[in-house]
């Protein structure tokens, strides 16, 4: 995505310059480009991402907020936490023999990281090959890697096959990432004029090209105000607070008065801006913005909690009921079974508390009734109890805040849906 950026303007040589220069000297030269969003040094020097960056860039048909999440199975809760904030998704592939099949077939991230995106409720998947130029631009390679990712996308992650785009493309080189490649071992036969078998590729499109058809969601505009902080920092000129989040429902201008839950934090909205730069006089659901909010205590909010509107405030519970399918599992699920609960920028100590019933996968009707174990592939409703209160809506009254995963142990086990708040905690 660095390079792509670079040749769209976004970087300047002077910057670029700079990154080879510095990567150079720490002997990581081929990572020039991935410098333009990993910034910490620890990333640098590591060479992989770790936490969550954001930047923005122009089309000549769309404005994009692009977040660059982690791949490295260590930062996957991060990776939740970026993908949360995502309409759309880019799934980058090394394409290069061995190192496809490790990330695919030998418990690599692909398959995770694709569960991870179609289970927080993302439909659009752009599946970038990369490093096409190390294996020759050779059709076969990607046709190979097509047939068995688009078939366990489709089949086992529950991807549309409308709705996939794959796209061979070269990071390093640049070739077909923000203009069409010009490569002739290529272009012999991915062009306009070649058709494939799938509706998941179209010949001669770069990858900007599948970006600009990606179809806009539907937003909850009309819903009660709901935005989920990603980040809080003191204000440098004023006694005033910024909350960073996305706006998952709802509108909210200047001036209005907004309720952070669960600390119950009053508080009044002095502007609204994105990326602290260009200024709004409101924000809709889908806008990633930060507020400017005054009258509220920094030590009293934290990531994860919820800014609403004083007229309808968020659930809070520390017991929910969910239904769940569960996958990864290396033991059996009971009873008290330990977990992290993931819900949008929060992860959270819980168990699970009680095992509602088993589901069938397919009709949803019940199986059995209270099971005493669960194991891979079940569908099931669960009773979790957290650790403590956290906010909460019901899968039915909000799809964007219904979902959450389930991780045990490093892994993600399970997605699911919130059926239940079995117990409010007075606001």
Not at 143 to 159: A, D, M, P, R, T
Request: proline share 3%; with cysteine; hydrophobic share 35%.
């Amino acid at each position: 995505m660095g390079h792509m950026l670079y040749q769209m303007g976004q970087v300047s040589d002077k910057q670029l310059h700079r990154y080879k220069q510095d990567s150079q000297k720490m002997g990581k030269s081929s990572f020039a480009y991935a410098w333009v969003l990993d910034e910490t040094e620890e990333e640098r020097s590591r060479g992989i991402t770790i936490d969550v960056a954001q930047t923005k860039f122009e089309t000549d048909k769309k404005i994009i907020y692009l977040l660059d999440a982690p791949g490295h199975k260590d930062f996957i809760p991060n990776m939740i936490t970026g993908a949360t904030q995502a309409d759309s998704a880019i799934l980058v592939i090394n394409s290069v023999t061995g190192e496809f099949e490790t990330g695919f077939d030998l418990g690599g991230q692909t398959r995770e990281h694709s569960l991870l995106v179609k289970s927080l409720g993302i439909n659009q998947l752009i599946v970038a090959v990369n490093k096409m130029d190390m294996c020759d631009w050779s059709e076969s390679r990607f046709l190979e890697i097509h047939k068995k990712l688009s078939n366990f996308l489709i089949k086992q992650v529950g991807f549309k096959e409308p709705d996939l785009m794959f796209v061979p493309c070269s990071g390093l080189q640049g070739e077909n990432l923000s203009k069409k490649c010009a490569d002739e071992k290529l272009t012999c036969w991915y062009n306009e004029k070649k058709t494939f078998d799938s509706k998941s590729i179209k010949g001669g499109l770069s990858l900007l090209d599948c970006v600009n058809k990606l179809k806009p969601q539907e937003r909850s505009i009309d819903k009660p105000f709901r935005f989920c902080i990603s980040d809080i920092y003191k204000s440098a000129q004023t006694a005033n607070i910024s909350i960073v989040g996305k706006c998952e429902a709802g509108t909210l201008k200047q001036g209005d008065k907004i309720i952070i839950v669960p600390a119950n934090e009053s508080g009044l909205v002095k502007s609204i801006s994105i990326n602290d730069e260009m200024s709004l006089p409101m924000c809709f659901a889908g806008d990633s913005v930060t507020l400017n909010v005054a009258n509220v205590d920094i030590n009293n909010i934290s990531i994860g909690n919820f800014v609403c509107d004083t007229q309808s405030v968020m659930p809070v519970t520390d017991r929910i009921r969910g239904r769940i399918i569960l996958f990864n599992l290396s033991i059996p699920v009971t009873n008290g079974f330990p977990i992290v609960f993931h819900y949008k920028s929060l992860n959270e100590s819980a168990s699970i508390k009680k095992l509602v019933s088993q589901l069938d996968k397919s009709s949803g009707e019940v199986v059995k009734d209270k099971p005493r174990v669960l194991n891979n592939g079940h569908s099931a409703i669960v009773e979790i109890k957290l650790n403590k209160p956290i906010c909460v809506e019901l899968y039915q009254n909000y799809r964007e805040l219904g979902r959450f995963m389930l991780r045990y142990n490093g892994v993600t086990i399970a997605a699911g849906q919130i059926t239940e708040i079995v117990q409010k905690t007075k606001n």
